[in-house]
């Protein structure tokens, strides 16, 4: 049963677009309104981290932006709350570390993201082997468990990944945290054409996509893309008017090739 972050990025898939999903860190100052620019300049989702002290797949921008949120009081309620504001209306994910989770409690983390209106979660330290608890709260719930491959995976494990991936599936670029680079690495569109042979989800690339260039080209091969350090960094050093003018530069981009 596909949810409503799937039937969001198929419906542009079946256009004949490329999906584009930008990510903000919850919490930060103006970080709302960096959403509402995102929505509001062509995203078909928008990823919301959930600031925690050890975040182990990300690099120094988000890093730099989730210690001002901690600082700044945020929390996983605090955000949540915000998130219930922002009336953007396209789907929302959280990302977000395991010990959040399991902190809250599967099915009230779960319920949690539904009354906040979010409609899926990445939880990139949580194995498929160990998902079990929280994937079947999340089915219960209503909420869409992205699943990541990673470039190491044998080709034996990736359609097990798949086939428990709700959403999309998140097509890692790179070995690595997340970060901007100055070119795509190899490794992303490799990945993202093994996955694509193997599941009928949309497959998004993320990790190392750093402009529209690269966007485009990742997109040569899956159904779009997830962009992170580069958002994050343009909020931090512009605001939501440089996140949105951002976005629009992608979505353009994006739109102006013939797939």
Same mark, same amino acid.
């Given at each position: 049963?596909?949810?409503?972050?799937? !039937? /969001? =990025? $198929?419906? #542009?898939?079946?256009? @004949?677009?490329?999906?584009?999903?930008?990510?903000?860190?919850?919490?930060?100052?103006?970080?709302?309104?960096?959403? #509402?620019?995102?929505?509001? !300049?062509?995203?078909?989702?928008?990823?919301?981290? =959930?600031?925690? *002290?050890?975040?182990?797949?990300?690099?120094?921008?988000?890093?730099?932006?989730?210690?001002?949120?901690?600082?700044?009081?945020?929390? &996983?309620?605090?955000?949540?709350?915000?998130?219930?504001?922002?009336?953007?209306?396209?789907?929302?994910?959280?990302?977000?570390?395991? !010990?959040?989770? +399991?902190?809250?409690?599967? $099915?009230? +983390?779960?319920?949690?993201?539904?009354? /906040?209106? %979010?409609?899926?979660?990445?939880?990139?330290?949580?194995?498929?082997?160990?998902?079990?608890?929280?994937?079947?709260? /999340?089915?219960?719930?209503?909420? $869409?468990?992205?699943? =990541?491959?990673?470039?190491?995976? &044998?080709?034996?494990?990736?359609?097990?990944?798949?086939? #428990?991936?709700?959403? +999309?599936?998140? *097509?890692? @670029?790179?070995?690595?945290?997340?970060?901007? #680079?100055?070119?795509?690495?190899?490794?992303?569109?490799? =990945?993202?054409?093994?996955?694509?042979?193997?599941?009928?989800?949309?497959?998004?690339?993320?990790?190392?996509?750093? !402009?529209?260039?690269?966007?485009?080209?990742? *997109?040569?091969?899956?159904?779009? %893309?997830?962009?992170?350090?580069?958002?994050?960094?343009?909020?931090?050093? @512009?605001?939501?008017?440089?996140?949105?003018?951002?976005?629009?530069? %992608?979505?353009?981009?994006?739109?102006?090739?013939?797939?």
């Amino acid at each position: 049963m596909s949810g409503r972050l799937q !039937n /969001a =990025l $198929e419906a #542009r898939i079946s256009a @004949g677009g490329k999906c584009l999903v930008p990510y903000i860190t919850g919490g930060y100052p103006g970080w709302e309104d960096a959403v #509402r620019a995102c929505a509001a !300049n062509g995203a078909d989702a928008i990823e919301i981290g =959930l600031p925690f *002290s050890d975040p182990v797949m990300d690099g120094p921008i988000i890093q730099e932006a989730s210690q001002v949120a901690l600082d700044a009081g945020a929390t &996983p309620v605090s955000i949540l709350h915000g998130v219930r504001t922002l009336d953007v209306g396209i789907p929302l994910a959280v990302m977000c570390y395991y !010990n959040t989770v +399991f902190h809250a409690g599967h $099915e009230r +983390f779960a319920a949690d993201l539904v009354a /906040a209106g %979010v409609s899926a979660a990445i939880i990139p330290d949580l194995p498929l082997e160990e998902s079990g608890e929280w994937t079947a709260a /999340a089915d219960a719930a209503g909420v $869409e468990t992205v699943m =990541l491959a990673a470039p190491t995976a &044998p080709d034996d494990r990736l359609p097990r990944v798949t086939a #428990r991936a709700r959403g +999309f599936v998140y *097509s890692v @670029g790179l070995l690595g945290v997340t970060g901007e #680079r100055s070119s795509l690495a190899g490794t992303a569109t490799a =990945l993202a054409a093994r996955v694509k042979k193997v599941t009928t989800m949309p497959v998004l690339v993320g990790v190392g996509v750093s !402009n529209a260039d690269q966007a485009v080209e990742a *997109s040569k091969v899956a159904d779009g %893309v997830i962009m992170g350090a580069s958002v994050v960094r343009r909020m931090i050093e @512009g605001g939501a008017d440089a996140v949105g003018a951002y976005v629009a530069e %992608v979505r353009a981009a994006l739109d102006s090739e013939k797939w």
